[in-house]
């Protein structure tokens, strides 16, 4: 059972499950749990109900329904856009990217780096964006084998321009992926104009269940499966469908696209009420990506003289979940590789804390945690002096 005194402002990490996602699912965890790929009339509803979170899926990324395709997770659908571009073009040995860039895809990176691929890491400024004179200067046209830019940082917000570099790689006819996992849900995307041949979703990052996410394959796109078996999802993707996961996806993906029609600026608004707290509360705060485009729920921001791992325990005593980057690297010595790359030195870098809201965020929550880290940075910095 969730702490009644819980406030969660990590919603970069994970989300909490909507409620209209538990209940799309629980039926196919308890009575309806048939195989959809099975041929009798028991699994026909299994069926219908993967097609329907497809379509939902669909609906809220401007996409058609038989461009989607479920799988286990964002790092699995960035792995496979990968392995696909590389395997259609085993001539090209040219991969771009960007230093700020997920794991999950730089990663992989470096692995086909030591196999002797050539790859070309676009530095960033000060508030995490890319020059875009530098990324066309870097595109290799009959040589590049892909680009991968994400849509928005996990850590910071940063929104890259993805159209216009999606537009630039296909005009030399180079294959392009985002990685849309923190964009999904949280601002507008419309697939069916851009030039995105690959995409990566990810459930948990919008009130779906974990275990289960999309690879976005544009329909004029060409794409080699990495996992092969029993040919489900049109052979894109073989392996036995999560049902309960991808109907849960999909009603939360059918939530988040109400939400971004009748209350688009809702969750911007907390953040952007957020932010100015700090500064009225606050000395020495530096809040990165301000001045960029970034997601409205996103806010990233160094506290001068505060260690960032002892803010986050003095606020988790008091039930405030906030975290200091990438939950995948919790725990790590290392300061972010984001904001490293944004050219912060190390002790900036470990002072930052990075606090993302939803659409389940309350104004009362915003004021608690202002109060709550007001409190823990007087009694840090009085312990550092």
Partial sequence: MTDPDLIYLDHNATTPLAPEAWEAMRPFLTENWANPSSGYRFARRAREAVQLARSQVAALIGADADEIVFTSGGTESS???????????????????????HDATLRPYDELAAHGYDVSILPVDAEGRIDMAAYEAVLRPGQTALVSLMWANNETGLIHPIDQAAAMAHERGILFHTDAVQAAGKVAIDFSQSRVHYASLSGHKLHGPKGVGVLYVKNTARFRPSQLGGG?????????????????????????????????????ELRDIFEAGLRQRLTGVHLHSSQAPRLPNTSNFQLEGVDAQGAIILL????????????????????????????????????TLRVSFSRTTTAAEVDAALDALASAVAKLRMTRA
């Fill in 79 to 101: 792995h496979a856009a990968i392995h696909s571009a590389i395997a259609l073009h085993p001539e090209r040995r040219h991969l771009v990217t960007c230093a700020t860039e």
């Fill in 232 to 268: 489900q999802e049109a052979g894109r993707r073989s392996g036995t469908l999560n049902v309960p996961g991808i109907v849960a996806l999909g009603a939360a993906a059918a939530a988040a696209q109400a939400h971004l029609a009748s209350h688009p600026g809702a969750v911007g």
């Fill in 316 to 351: 988790d005593t008091r039930h405030i979940c906030v975290s200091s980057g990438s939950a995948c690297a919790t725990g790590s010595i290392k300061p972010s590789h984001v904001l490293t790359a944004m050219g912060l030195a190390s002790r900036p870098a470990r002072e």
